[in-house]
């Protein structure tokens, strides 16, 4: 199957700096990248969609200036959080959708734990 | 919002035992998907369900869709200690770019 690799896994920063997360696809081409928060024992709710060489995609309420998305490849997406606050500390996740036969499902990243102090 | 919701919130069984889930959704669909999380970890994808079919399997899992009444099962049988997880459906809800929207998740605790 398909491999999507984030990383950080785990990062803890002071408030009012700038954090980047990094998601790759391993073995196959992500035209399309979706980025979730998820809060503890709560669901995944979807940032934005982020397509290779253009602009993101940002949901209702998903601050765009806040939340960095680029997608300057087939396999790379990255998340930079913005000047971030203790609010923004939360469990984000990448994903990716193959191509072919594996568009239809999502393969997700490890995930990165955020906190900010 | 589309998220679908599920129930139960919790479910805390014993080993061998099965475990089923259901899933609601509230807007037409191309497909359903289940996926579990284990904890502090990514999503793995379980299986797909066309909004054709009525039920699939695949090994220890059985998913049901009832279109008519928006709503999805997914059971478990003969569940293991590994099985504990959170399980969430999502939906394709006819969206632009094919994104899903994840429902609010069961978790799912066996014990041995």
């Known amino acids: 199957g398909a491999v999507v690799s984030q990383h950080p896994s785990r990062v803890i920063c002071k408030s009012g700096t700038s954090v980047k997360i990094e998601c790759r696809s391993l073995?196959?081409?992500?035209?399309?990248m979706f980025w979730y928060r998820q809060f503890p024992k709560q669901s995944l709710m979807l940032m934005a969609t982020s397509n290779e060489g253009s602009k993101a995609t940002y949901e209702q309420g998903v601050e765009k200036d806040k939340f960095l998305i680029n997608h300057a490849s087939l396999t790379l997406s990255t998340l930079t959080v913005t000047s971030a606050h203790p609010e923004d500390s939360s469990f984000y996740i990448c994903s990716a959708r193959g191509g072919d036969s594996w568009n239809e499902k999502l393969f997700f990243g490890s995930g990165t734990q955020l906190s900010v102090l | 919002s589309q998220q679908g919701e599920e129930d139960p919130q919790a479910l805390s069984i014993q080993e061998g035992e099965n475990a089923t889930m259901n899933c609601s959704y509230k807007?037409?669909?191309?497909?359903l998907q289940w996926y579990r999380q284990n904890s502090g970890r990514g999503l793995v994808h379980l299986i797909l369900?066309?909004?054709?079919?009525r039920e699939k399997h695949s090994g220890r899992l059985r998913v049901t869709l009832d279109t008519s009444k928006k709503s999805s099962s997914l059971l478990i049988t003969a569940s293991r200690a590994a099985d504990t997880a959170s399980y969430f459906c999502a939906t394709d809800a006819n969206t632009g770019f094919q994104k899903l929207v994840f429902g609010t998740g069961t978790r799912l605790l066996v014990s041995p």
């Open positions: 807007t037409s669909i191309n497909n």
């Open positions: 073995d196959f081409q992500a035209t399309t």
């Open positions: 369900i066309r909004s054709n079919e």
